[in-house]
């Protein structure tokens, strides 16, 4: 089975704290990719990351960073010095790659953000 | 502007009486699909296409349609709504990968708001 695994429902921290959002997956393919969405309490998802299971490189992105690895089925979002802008929901998606690009949802972590 | 839309944003209804949720993107996309978002659950895909006249079963079809006439627009169809069809509705479009079976990002609508009494 496929599936993704985000364990934290809610996470709070005060401004300028950093905080890692994880992400725990499962597939047997060999060849899938990795997505982070961001939902803003507008309601919209916003992409912000793909990775696919060939190049396990962490990322940096200003102040967003993922780690990548695949020994322990995880693909972990780490954001430094919050802030209250970064308040939303984050989901992390696989998409297995033979399966016409379906993208398979965690149930997302709720981050607030207290000034 | 690039971008998916989707009408209506909102929209209540009562058991029974037909609906349809338009999207429409302009970014030569082939790939579109639906998702529904549920509290707990994250989101879920009802339909998806991979081009004009392709239509796939997701995870969750039951009680709805979809069609895909034109590359731009694949509207979702509820025939009879029930209440368990109460949900947040995602539309979604992605271009095919250039090379093998390279997954794009999928670019969402705002998201249409559901509630079936």
């Known amino acids: 089975a496929q599936k993704v695994t985000q364990a934290q429902t809610e996470i709070s921290v005060v401004e300028k704290e950093d905080v890692t959002l994880d992400c725990v997956y499962e597939?047997?393919?060999?060849?899938?990719?990795l997505f982070w969405y961001k939902q803003p309490p507008s309601g919209e998802l916003v992409f912000l990351i793909r990775?696919?299971?060939?190049?396990?490189q962490n990322e940096i992105s200003g102040r967003y960073s993922w780690n990548f690895q695949k020994s322990t089925s995880s693909f972990n979002f780490t954001i430094t010095a919050s802030q209250v802008v970064d308040s939303a929901v984050y989901f992390c998606a696989l998409a297995p790659s033979n399966q016409g690009g379906k993208l398979i949802f965690g149930q997302g972590t709720e981050l607030s953000v207290k000034p | 502007e690039a971008q998916v839309t989707q009408n209506p944003r909102y929209l209540i209804t009562v058991t029974g009486k037909k609906l349809t949720v338009t999207c429409s993107q302009n970014m030569n996309h082939e790939y579109m699909s639906w998702y529904r978002q549920d509290p707990g659950l994250g989101l879920r895909q009802i339909y998806y296409s991979m081009n004009v006249e392709v239509t796939d079963k997701g995870d969750v079809p039951e009680g709805y349609k979809v069609s895909r006439k034109e590359k731009r627009n694949f509207p979702l169809i509820l025939e009879s709504p029930s209440p368990n069809q109460t949900s947040l509705y995602f539309c979604?479009?992605?271009?095919?990968?250039?090379?093998?079976?390279?997954?794009?990002?999928?670019?969402f609508g705002p998201g249409t708001r559901l509630t079936v009494l």
């Open positions: 597939t047997r393919d060999t060849t899938y990719y």
């Open positions: 990775r696919n299971s060939f190049d396990e």
């Open positions: 979604a479009s992605s271009k095919h990968g250039t090379s093998g079976p390279t997954v794009n990002e999928q670019f």
